[in-house]
């Protein structure tokens, strides 16, 4: 049985949310302080297959806990709740490690649908980096960007760029559809195993940090296009 450890002071949430994975056949633990799951899954870091974790957790708060884990070498996948709704606070969080992030007010079923899609991607492929799906092109070159999926690198304007793995699935998908809109929907089955979500901001996040690392200007992008209620796509540019 998949086992899942909530991590949240307050006591209705964690209540809620520990009831639907109940439901939805997982075997659920609680805490509700920072530092003692921090300890936990330090220790037996095999116990849980994903953590549920809120930021704002008093003493060490989530976005601590994350950074520490993943210092500490823990894989486990790890989904964020935050009432924070800035966009470099999201950012931030995915930064830290986390693998999704689902803000407050929310749906517990999309909770648990956004968790099975995580696990998803983790069943399917044991290391991150594997689980893009690098397709019949090993290399993909459009102006000054290159990417290639056998190395995972990618360079723009001749500088290798550090991507993370969301970010160069993000990019590669979309180049390998050069000139073609892709919906935040598409992206978010294709990039992030979703069938459905409510929320896309996820897909906006992701675009707005991967122009910042590969855009000379990312409010005037010339490769990551936005299509205004749609989506984005990859245009070639002379630049």
Request: with cysteine; proline share 4%.
């Amino acid at each position: 049985m998949t086992a899942v450890y909530i991590i949240d002071d307050e006591q209705s949430i964690a209540t809620l949310v520990a009831y639907n994975f109940q439901r939805a056949g997982f075997e659920v633990a609680v805490a509700s302080d920072g530092e003692e799951a921090y300890e936990r899954v330090l220790n037996s870091p095999n116990e849980f297959d994903l953590l549920i974790l809120d930021w704002m957790l008093p003493g060490m708060d989530g976005l601590e806990v994350c950074k520490r884990l993943r210092h500490r070498g823990v894989r486990t996948p790890i989904i964020l709740l935050t009432a924070r709704q800035e966009e470099v606070d999201l950012v931030l969080g995915l930064e830290v490690g986390a693998d999704d992030y689902v803000t407050k007010p929310f749906s517990p079923r999309e909770l648990v649908a956004r968790a099975k899609a995580v696990l998803r991607r983790v069943e399917t492929s044991p290391n991150v980096e594997s689980s893009v799906d690098f397709g019949a092109r090993d290399e993909l070159e459009v102006s000054k960007i290159h990417l290639d999926t056998e190395r995972h690198e990618v360079t723009a304007y001749g500088v290798v760029v550090d991507l993370t793995p969301r970010e160069f699935e993000l990019l590669r998908q979309l180049m390998e559809h050069k000139g073609r809109v892709l919906s935040r929907d598409q992206l978010l089955d294709r990039v992030w195993g979703y069938e459905s979500a409510t929320d896309t901001r996820i897909v906006d996040v992701h675009m707005s940090h991967l122009r910042e690392k590969i855009e000379r200007d990312p409010k005037n992008p010339v490769y990551l296009k936005t299509v205004r209620g749609i989506g984005y796509k990859f245009v070639e540019a002379t630049d």
